[in-house]
């Protein structure tokens, strides 16, 4: 198996503008975790699925972040508008029980 | 006040000296504990997961440890090599939201 897959891997954007991230949970994994990490606040869970459904969003950090999982294969998260403050490596984990695998990352600046 | 709190901050040590890495949280109830290490510019790698029920968990030359009843962990590193240079993260796992401590920074010097 590939292992979780992130893309892009890093994403340089202006204020204002739109940004999507996207991943591709191991086959057969039944939960996705997104997580943001910067220097000043560490590694912190912003959103996880359950069977593609939401199950937690409270650490969206405000409304300009969303993320979907259409189906068990795909998810995305979309910033929008950005901001310089969003700038950090996000990853996406997906697990099947008990152990997440994470993926490498997106090392989103925004300038 | 982070509900978890890893000590130390930073630790240097020499190849082959053992170390431990310390994680009290306040987080209760939890459904699992887990340990992760994290080398520089990659996503943290699972090392170890433990129930509330469980006392020690080893992953070769790692041994997480867990006391519910001081609502400690702690990460013993046995044999240190270069390679184990890195951050090592706690994360704490009640039925909402995960909870992580800032890390240790670990450098492992010839």
């Known amino acids: 198996d590939a292992g979780v897959i992130q893309s892009p891997r890093h994403e340089v954007t202006e204020m204002g503008q739109e940004v999507t991230l996207r991943c591709k949970p191991i086959?057969?994994?039944?939960?996705l975790f997104w997580y943001r990490q910067t220097m000043m606040r560490g590694l912190e869970l912003l959103i996880y699925?359950?069977?593609?459904?939401?199950?937690?969003d409270s650490g969206m950090p405000e409304d300009r972040f969303s993320a979907k999982m259409p189906n068990a294969s795909f998810s995305t998260l979309k910033i929008q508008p950005s901001e310089p403050r969003d700038s950090a490596v996000y990853f996406c984990a997906s697990s099947r029980q008990f152990k997440q695998f994470f993926g490498p990352g997106t090392r989103l600046t925004v300038l | 006040k982070n509900q978890v709190e890893q000590s130390p901050q930073s630790l240097i040590i020499l190849e082959g000296k053992n170390c431990t890495l310390q994680c009290n949280y306040t987080v209760s109830p939890f459904s699992n504990l887990r340990w992760y290490k994290q080398d520089t510019g990659r996503g943290p790698v699972s090392l170890t997961i433990?129930?509330?029920?469980?006392n020690t968990k080893s992953n070769g030359r790692y041994t997480a440890t867990l006391d519910a009843d001081t609502k400690q962990s702690s990460l013993h590193i046995t044999a240190s090599q270069l390679s184990d240079s890195a951050s090592y993260i706690c994360?704490?796992?009640?039925?909402?939201?995960?909870?992580f401590g800032d890390g240790t920074t670990l450098t492992v010097k010839p």
């Open positions: 994360v704490v796992i009640p039925a909402g939201k995960s909870t």
């Open positions: 699925f359950n069977n593609n459904v939401p199950i937690d």
């Open positions: 433990m129930t509330f029920s469980e």
């Open positions: 086959s057969g994994h039944d939960y």
